[in-house]
């Protein structure tokens, strides 16, 4: 896939741009309880790709409640800020609730 080229040349000979901006907010306690009819659980991480339908790629991986999301094919972090904000808070991790 054409649009990854910029990831890839990223990561793998640290092509420009130095950094690669990422959006970072807090889902839920780190040490937060979840339970499920009588299971009581805990969430060490989780993870899911997004396409969009203007055809963009983002990752996003939450660990212990702390949630980070990139597009993987722009280092500019606004685009993933855009994305989540058409969500209305939810996270890409819990689609049904977004």
Not at 16 to 21: A, I, R
Not at 23 to 52: G, K, P, Q, W
Not at 61 to 87: H, N, T, V
């Amino acid at each position: 896939m054409e649009a990854l080229d910029p990831v890839r040349r990223y990561v793998r000979i640290g092509e420009q741009p130095s950094t690669w901006g990422y959006s970072r907010r807090r889902l839920y306690a780190h040490d937060a309880l979840f339970r499920e009819n009588s299971d009581v659980y805990e969430v060490l991480h989780e993870f899911d790709f997004v396409y969009t339908e203007d055809k963009r790629l983002f990752f996003f991986l939450a660990i212990f409640g702390e949630e980070y999301g990139i597009d993987m094919s722009d280092p500019d972090a606004a685009s993933c800020f855009d994305f989540l904000e058409k969500q209305n808070g939810g996270s890409p991790l819990y689609p049904s609730t977004g």
